[in-house]
């Protein structure tokens, strides 16, 4: 699949994670597909930077994976006993105390943070393997937009770990209790088509025309005004926290700040 930021200076390039930004629109590509660009602390810590080095001129940000798949999940080195080279193994944080295991997971969660911020939409365009880390770094963005042979996948539960890496919110948001509970302790595959029908994916195209739909979505999202854009996503956001007369408040307040915005009377 070609890189549609290999044109543009990088921002970030190390530890598999490359961040591109052309003004508006910000590109974050995994780069080691020898590997199904597997997932490590080392890229983790990458991609909580590439958050931090968003100009503020971003607007919208496109996630994706170079070669066949998305991500194939945590790097199988991490499941061996000497794991990897300069970063603790699971025992290691097994003997930490309560709050140096909490910490070092919250660590690892700030990686799938960041793309839910209000100032910005998140598109992942997610192609051939998208499983366990990798099934939750797509669902940490607000949209994904799927090539015809995508397969999410949640294995963690079948290792004897629960997903940590901040995706069951998001999962069972989309997809309802029940079945993010079928998908998660079966570790079953759902491909394209199941993706799009449970509202897990936004569309499904063939593989050779994803970038191609990710970038006419980026283009849609930027059409619109940026602080009428952050307005609706912040609502749309807490809806779900809200009580109905609660949301209404939230709407007219919103409404109110643009209005006046609008009109040159803001603070």
Known sequence: MASPDQDL????????????????LATVTLTNPAKRNAQSPALWRALTEAGRLLPGSVRV??????GKSFS????????????????????????????????????????????????????????GHAIGAGFQLALACD????????????????????????????????????????????????GAAE???AGLANLAVPADELDAAASDLATALLAAPRDAVVETKALLRGALDRTYDEQRAAERAAQ???????????E
Request: glycine share 10%.
């Open 72 to 127: 194939a999940g945590l790097d199988r080195q991490m499941f061996t006993p000497e794991g990897i080279p300069g970063e603790p193994t699971f025992t290691d944080l097994a003997r930490r105390d309560d709050a140096g295991l909490d910490a070092a997971i919250a660590e690892f969660q700030e990686a799938f943070t960041w793309w839910r911020r209000n100032d910005i939409v998140s598109i992942a365009a997610v192609q």
């Open 256 to 266: 109110a700040r643009r209005l006046r915005d609008l009109a040159g009377v803001g």
């Open 61 to 66: 940000v496109v996630l994706r994976g170079e």
């Open 143 to 190: 949209l994904r937009v799927v090539a015809d042979d995508v397969q999410f996948a949640m294995r963690e539960t079948a290792l004897g770990i629960v997903p940590d890496l901040t995706g069951t919110h998001p999962l069972v948001g989309l997809v309802g209790y029940a079945r993010a509970l079928e998908i998660c302790a079966t570790g079953r595959f759902v």
């Open 9 to 24: 200076a990088a921002v970030l390039d190390k530890d598999g994670v490359r961040l591109t930004v052309d003004d508006t």
């Open 195 to 197: 993706a799009v029908a």
